[in-house]
């Protein structure tokens, strides 16, 4: 009996890991765009089929694949091979759920845009195979365009769209052209005779394509959109379950989300006091010991001041960006607390297909392209801005705070983690990643540079890692009461002004991105506090075999699941 479990061990294993395999290569299939975002470049000339046949064909892909897992015992399988089934369960689950109870195919314009533009921007921006490839499959995917634009204008419900996601989209298409204008056609000598005039005609239904779109979107959807981009808590509290994979209630993240903003403004009361001690002309303002709640808010802002006034003009945040990485590189590499990266990274403008979401992402090379060009994009400041308001935006990002982007975003943040998670073998934990895993990473990143002493322990660079800890706490009070609590935009102003002393432009942009996506935003508090109780776990359990590199190393080693399974992988203990 003994030998015969013993053998089922492997056979299991092997039954598990044929079935991601299949998994992989469906999921690709069934989505080109993203296959081709991951590395997978057999789809780059085909679009996803967005019909309701299309979405059937997924969904019964998704229900046959748990149907085979639940043919799988875990308990024979291996503590990595259990993790991956958990991670693969859930992730099916999740995709059934979105296209069943969200059904986010009938309001979500911003899905089709992102795919559209996609879809060349995937071609052009990596340079995995020679121009004239690249530009035959830009070719074949711009006929198809027309198609899938006028697709999506059948399955968009304008009164289920919200405004927010109307109005978004109306501004981002244009993006599509500027992609193929600005990143495709300037290359297109590389095609000769037959391709490239079917390129530049490609390209000229294209154009046409897009005009359609646009006056769709300005004369029907935005109009017409009516929709609540509220998800409500039945929603809110199904999709938090799928994308925290954690039993911890909405009420219980709201708790702990309350304390630790009254902790970080506690310890960023006593920094502005240090800070403002050999200020002058702050002699006069009143810093007790136990302050009130307006002296409290009184003495931070104060403190918080001084860093704004050192600032990039408005045209040159991205080269601040560059020379921040640079900084940040040097130091972690000196200090030595975690292996260096083995991948390129470069700081770009972020596309004005993504725009309007965020200030600055990380976009990693995908998990089958293992020496790909990690991307640090950086949104530019919008052209139509007053002075008044981009010198509102460049308090917020002053230089401590693009210190501490490019910390969040690439150094050793977003970049050093993601190059780490793509070098595992383990293809399908990679393509699975847990995000508050990978944004709580960042957050703690952040403060192993603060704690390392960065910028020579300089305390308004401290103090900025403390005001971005709080945002992501925040960003958790913020996300839970837009979606389930009916936050008005006044409330959450207030909450980020005055509560996270955020600047306007950036809190009005925090809006438009919680009115635009839900949940992701709990990621930032939930995965740092994990990821700082599972260090306090091992340095316990390790005594003085503890180091931070060891540690560091060790928890990047695993890829990207959920920082649970992370724990039971790191000290051997079941999996849940």
């Known amino acids: 009996a003994p030998q015969a479990r013993a053998a089922q061990a492997p056979a299991a294993d092997a039954r598990f890991q044929a079935l991601a395999k299949r998994f992989l290569s ?3 299939r069934l989505s080109p765009v993203e296959a081709t975002a991951m590395g997978d470049h057999r789809f780059d000339s085909l679009l996803p089929d967005i019909s309701v046949a299309g979405r ?3 969904r019964r892909a998704w229900q046959g694949f748990l149907g085979q897992l639940d043919a799988i015992d875990p308990a024979r399988l291996s503590r990595a091979n259990q993790v991956d089934m958990a991670l ?3 992730e099916l689950r999740y995709r059934i759920w979105q296209d069943q109870a969200l059904q986010d195919w009938a309001w979500n314009a911003q899905t089709y845009n992102d795919i559209a533009a996609g879809s060349l921007y995937t071609l052009a921006a990596r340079d995995f195979a020679p121009w004239d490839v690249r530009l035959k499959a830009a070719t074949a995917r711009m006929e198809a365009l027309p198609a899938f634009l006028r697709a999506s204008r059948g399955q968009l419900v304008p009164a289920r769209v919200p405004p927010i996601f109307a109005q978004t989209v109306a501004r981002q298409n244009a993006g599509i052209v500027e992609i193929a204008e600005g990143m495709l056609a300037p290359h297109a000598d590389a095609l000769k005779g037959a391709d490239r005039a079917r390129f530049d005609k490609a390209l000229a239904g294209l154009k046409a394509a897009v005009a359609d779109q646009q006056k769709w979107l300005d004369t029907v959807l935005v109009p017409q959109a009516n929709g609540e981009f509220r998800l409500g808590p039945t929603l809110y509290d199904q999709k938090m379950k799928f994308a925290l994979m954690s039993d911890l209630t909405r009420p219980e993240l709201k708790a702990r989300a309350l304390k630790a903003k009254a902790e970080i403004r506690a310890e960023m009361y006593e920094l502005s006091r240090r800070v403002l001690a050999g200020a002058a002309s702050d002699k006069a303002l009143a810093m007790p010991d136990n302050p009130t709640p307006d002296q409290q808010q009184a003495v931070i802002e104060a403190a918080l001041k001084i860093s704004y ?3 990039p003009p408005r045209a040159e945040i991205e080269q601040r960006a560059r020379e921040t990485l640079a900084q940040a590189t040097d130091f972690v590499r000196e200090r030595g607390f975690v292996r260096m990266p083995d991948g390129p ?10 725009q309007g979401n965020s200030t600055a992402y990380n976009d990693p090379p995908g998990v089958f392209e293992k020496n790909g060009q990690n991307f640090y994009a950086v949104s530019p400041i919008p052209d139509e801005w007053s002075e008044e308001q981009a010198n509102s935006y460049l308090s917020e990002y002053n230089d401590y705070m693009i210190h501490d982007l490019s910390i969040h975003e690439a150094m050793p943040g977003h970049y050093l983690q993601l190059d780490h998670a793509n070098r595992t073998d383990d293809v399908l934990r990679a ?5 508050p895993f990978v944004e709580g990473w960042a957050v703690y990143a952040e403060g192993v540079m603060k704690d390392e002493g960065y ?8 103090l900025t890692v403390l005001k971005m800890r709080l ?5 958790t009070l913020l996300d839970i009461g837009i979606q389930t609590e009916g936050m008005t935009r006044e409330q959450a102003m207030d909450l980020m002004q005055n509560g996270a002393f955020q600047a306007e432009r950036e809190a009005a942009g925090k809006w438009v991105r919680a009115s635009l996506s839900s949940v992701q935003l709990l990621s930032y508090f939930t995965g740092y506090t994990e990821h700082m109780a599972l260090r306090e776990e091992a340095r316990k359990r390790w005594g003085k075999d503890f180091t931070l590199r060891r540690y560091n190393d060790t928890v990047l080693s695993f890829g990207s699941p959920p920082v649970k399974y992370v724990r039971a992988l790191m000290f051997g203990l079941p999996v849940d």
């Open 88 to 90: 693969l369960r859930n």
């Open 345 to 354: 990274v470069r700081v770009i403008t972020m596309p004005k297909f993504q």
């Open 471 to 475: 945002r992501s706490v925040t960003n």
């Open 26 to 28: 469906e999921a690709m």
């Open 455 to 462: 910028l020579g322990g300089d305390p308004l660079f401290q």
């Open 309 to 311: 006034a050192k600032h």
């Open 431 to 435: 393509y699975l990643g847990s995000g």
């Open 56 to 58: 059937a064909q997924r």
